[in-house]
C-alpha cells in the first residue's frame, strides 16, 4: 500500500467521509501490543444548534497486519472541525472507521466530552474481549469536575 499523505503537504479534509485513513503494514506482526492515540483537543459540531462540542478521545487498539498512519488520522480526526453529529455518532464512527481500515484484533475508544448545558457524556465503545497476555493500561481520564 502506498502512502499519499506523508512527507508531503496535505489539506484538511472538508468531512469525514472525505478523509482518507491510511495504513501500514504491521512492524511486529504476530506480537501482541496495544497502540493507544489520544487526542485532548478533537472538536465537532452540535448536529442541531451548529455549536461546538469538544471532546478527549482516548483510542486503543491491538494490530494484526495493520498499524494506522498516524498523520491521516489526525487528518481524519481533524475533519470532524465542521460536521454536524452527536456526540455518541462522532465516539463510534471514529472506532468503527478505524476497525474497517486496519481489522485490528481488538479496539477500544473512550470520547470524554467536555459538558453542553451542564452534562458531560462519556462515550466508550469496544469490539469484544482483548486478546489475552496484552497489557491495556486504563484509560483514567477523572470525570469532568469543572473549574473547583
Known amino acids: 500500500m502506498s502512502l499519499t499523505q506523508l512527507g508531503?503537504?496535505?489539506?484538511?479534509p472538508t468531512s469525514?467521509?472525505?478523509?482518507?485513513?491510511e495504513k501500514v503494514k504491521n512492524p511486529h506482526p504476530?506480537?501482541?501490543?496495544?497502540?493507544?492515540?489520544?487526542?485532548?483537543?478533537?472538536?465537532?459540531?452540535c448536529p442541531i444548534t451548529g455549536q461546538p462540542d469538544f471532546a478527549h478521545l482516548v483510542i486503543d487498539?491491538?494490530?494484526?497486519?495493520?498499524?494506522?498512519?498516524?498523520k491521516s488520522l489526525k487528518l481524519f480526526l481533524a475533519s470532524f472541525r465542521n460536521h454536524g453529529a452527536f456526540h455518541e455518532d462522532c465516539t463510534l464512527a471514529v472506532a468503527k472507521r478505524i476497525a474497517a481500515a486496519i481489522s485490528p484484533a481488538w479496539l477500544r475508544?473512550?470520547?470524554?466530552?467536555?459538558?453542553?448545558?451542564?452534562?458531560?457524556?462519556?462515550?466508550?465503545y469496544q469490539t469484544g474481549s482483548p486478546p489475552e497476555g496484552v497489557w491495556l493500561p486504563p484509560q483514567d481520564?477523572?470525570?469532568?469536575?469543572?473549574?473547583?
Not at 469525514?16 to 485513513?21: D, F, S, T
Open 109 to 124: 475508544i473512550g470520547g470524554y466530552w467536555y459538558p453542553r448545558g451542564g452534562i458531560p457524556i462519556d462515550v466508550f
Open 141 to 148: 481520564l477523572p470525570p469532568y469536575r469543572g473549574r473547583g
Open 16 to 21: 469525514p467521509r472525505e478523509a482518507v485513513l
Open 61 to 70: 487498539y491491538v494490530p494484526e497486519e495493520w498499524i494506522v498512519e498516524s
Open 30 to 45: 504476530g506480537s501482541a501490543y496495544c497502540v493507544r492515540f489520544s487526542c485532548p483537543e478533537f472538536t465537532s459540531l
Open 8 to 12: 508531503q503537504p496535505t489539506p484538511l
